[in-house]
């Protein structure tokens, strides 16, 4: 089954449970899956927030034992999954329970992998590596960006290359995403804007994607319309019921992008935060403008969709929708403090041909909706800097 | 998590595989299940459409053997699925097959249930009494209706009763979904229409339903729009990129039902179908008309959305979207070869009061978004009668 084929279609996502308050059930999700002793992956942020005891009161509610495992920092390193490996083993852990953001969750998928498979996290990079099974997964997401709750991917940090690797796999799936918007509260300002800007980039490229279908456009469809509604009150106003519309965003956008995969934004983004360890919302974030600009010749028959779904009520006006489609991705980008280039995110200028060389090679390139190369993808960055 | 709040939400789908010609995978899907030996179940019909074939030599292609059990009729009934499962276990098989419409596959998940499970299968009625896993399960969909391929239903006619009992678990899903849309090709006519109703049904209801959530709208609306732009040209003309979209409708509505649950069209329609061994599809048919009018009053915030999915493009007319839904529904009943009344297919005047009894009780009034009892019911089929 060809991956870009539009007529053969896959559509895959974990049991999803959604609701505020619904921490407290993270307990009976993991013994439900047949776990005794949970390895507890999160960070030092959650636990000063309170919701790690929270989770850790629902798995002694359900009688289970665990170990907390907090060594996580952003854009996972090999080095604290292999860690975090060894001591699920020391332990004799039987079920893993991911809290936090796309850190806190791959590292918990990354986990996954090494106690059933083995060996070195770095080497799994690359299409269907994993050949074992992994024990159960629990995933409960904290930001309002990432997917990794959803997905079939994780995003390692390989410490010794600088750079950020990319596994891709069916059964690195949890089996449970449980998603808790009231966690949103305690979430410090700035990841509001940045994992909601990762949370639109996943919709625009999901929705371009020549992987998606409409089972993935109905999706990334209303993350757009989620986001467009939300964003600014979200983030100006915090109000419960707005950050659980962006929780809500978060999780559309990861079903899409879980299944259509990405474009060349994140084929970008990934050597950028392998190389300057740099926040991944704010880079998706600095390169959306030129990502848009360079896909939107070739996905001319899906812009008037996605402005529809933004709110746009013109019929037959297709330059008034991109412009429109345009404009409000801008006024989202600005309204979540995205940066104005890739400059303010410390990279440098000489490292841009390196970045395009790794860019070629990510696996998101497959399914970019226009055909590329390195040449394109430097004058992109060159565009963006 | 109550099932009803608008607030938690539950969202659960089998692996998905969608696109002409993958038949051919059925194999290579039981296989990846751990199955050494098929119980395949499906119909004459199909048998002779050649289709049965096809997944024989995709069973064989990847090393299987089989066991082809084909004795199964529409409305499927308790013995025949009684049956099916001690033929399963006298021939050692490990892994099911269904291939067919709602009967078909309902008769495979119900030989699923019982044997892991034992006993009769009319012992299963209600919500959650299954407690053994079931075999592993592939459901290949043939027509464009039920939805039984991604769901947690399982509907089974209690032939001693004459009344169809609903089995709800979520172990009943799946684990893989394939449908393969030219399959459609050889299904005769009237079977289009009358699965395609019963596809447009579940999307209304699924829409409609308490439980319903973004999860399942998307789904939900998604079918509204696919169906309303192709099933005319679809029973007109049958061209395989129509069979194809239809298939997809029947998918997507499918996806939300099986999450939002449905409402009083189909908590009427089973008694119906099970005391007169009517067709599914047209009994949810004649009662749609009413159901609509029934349920419009209390689901105002939904309507102008609805229209939309349906190509309505003015702005801030309620009464013009209103309007606008229900006469697109009516022209697709229209076209699908709908009766115009439940007399005609055969329901008895003095068999009301009963129909109306056995509805009530049904696990689908739990979700209906306006509150009833007996007495509407009872209203709503001399409505439609």
Not at 26 to 38: E, Q, T, Y
Not at 73 to 78: A, I
Not at 356 to 380: G, H, N, Y
Request: charged share 20%; proline share 4%; aromatic share 6%.
């Amino acid at each position: 089954m060809s991956i870009g084929s539009q007529l053969h279609c896959k559509f895959e996502v974990p049991e999803i449970i959604f609701g505020r308050g619904l921490l407290s059930q993270v307990g009976s999700c993991a013994r439900r899956l047949g776990g005794k002793k949970v390895f507890l992956v999160s960070d030092q942020g959650l636990f000063n927030a309170g919701w790690v005891d929270r989770v850790m009161k629902s798995l002694l509610d359900a009688d289970l034992s665990f170990v907390f495992y907090d060594q996580v920092t952003s854009n996972p390193k090999d080095f604290e999954i292999e860690q975090g490996a060894k001591e699920y083993i020391a332990n004799g852990a039987d079920v893993i329970v991911g809290l936090g953001g796309g850190s806190a969750m791959d590292a918990a998928k990354g986990i996954a992998i090494l106690v059933s498979n083995g060996g070195n996290i770095c080497a799994y990079a690359g299409n269907d590596k994993i050949h074992r099974p992994l024990p159960p997964l629990v995933l409960c997401p904290t930001t309002c960006g990432t997917g990794s709750d959803v997905s079939q991917f994780v995003v390692v940090n390989n410490t010794q290359e600088r750079c950020k690797l990319t596994i891709m796999s069916r059964c690195v799936a949890p089996d449970i995403s449980l998603t808790d918007p009231d966690t949103l509260l305690t979430l410090p300002d700035e990841y509001v804007g940045t994992t909601a800007m990762d949370a639109l980039t996943h919709a625009v490229e999901a929705f371009f994607s020549v992987a998606s279908s409409t089972l993935t456009d109905v999706n990334a469809l209303r993350a757009l319309r989620l986001l467009s509604n939300s964003l600014a009150d979200a983030v100006q106003e915090r109000r419960p019921e707005d950050m659980e519309t962006l929780a809500r965003a978060s999780l559309h956008a990861g079903m899409a992008f879980s299944n259509s995969l990405l474009g060349i934004g994140h084929a970008l983004s990934h050597p950028i935060g392998g190389l300057y360890d740099a926040n991944h919302g704010s880079v998706n974030a600095a390169l959306l403008p030129e990502v848009l600009l360079y896909d939107f010749p070739v996905v001319t028959d899906k812009i008037a969709e996605m402005a529809r779904a933004m709110g746009f009520q013109a019929v037959n006006d297709l330059g008034g929708a991109k412009e429109m489609a345009y404009e409000t991705i801008m006024e989202m980008l600005e309204v979540a403090g995205a940066p104005n280039s890739l400059r303010e995110l410390g990279v440098r200028k000489e490292d841009l041909p390196l970045l395009a060389q790794r860019a070629i090679k990510d696996i998101c390139v497959m399914t970019s909706p226009r055909e590329t190369d390195e040449e394109d993808l430097l004058a992109l960055l060159q565009r963006a800097f």
